[in-house]
């Protein structure tokens, strides 16, 4: 399924925006990764876990994604930070993020860095909603 051109425009230009934002691939890739199992999406899943792979991501830290909360040390705090928040923002009946969650997720990440986080956040979660490769 390809989009229109105005719209695939709109996903480049996003996804810029995101790189800006300075938080790494690596984060931005654990994030879409979680967002796209959340929805049971295979092919985002595969497309994220392939290109985390081809990115030198270890598959000890790809196999943690899913149930990190349990991983111990496997993964960083701002990776952790990064789940977290991917998790708050992902769920379709998500209940308001508390303060308190966004205050700690941003003293790791910084602000600049969670907004950019957010945005991919919300790219993915249309993406993976949709089925859209």
Known sequence: MSAPPNIASAVVTLHRCVAQAGLGADLIGLARLRVAQIHRCDARIDTHFLSLIGASVSMEKLASVA????????????????????????????PPISDALHQQIAAVLGHEQLVGLSLAIALENALSRTRWP
């Open 67 to 94: 149930h990190w909360r349990e991983s111990g040390t496997a993964l960083a705090p701002s990776e952790q930070a990064t789940l977290a928040w991917a998790e708050a923002l992902a769920p379709r009946t998500a």
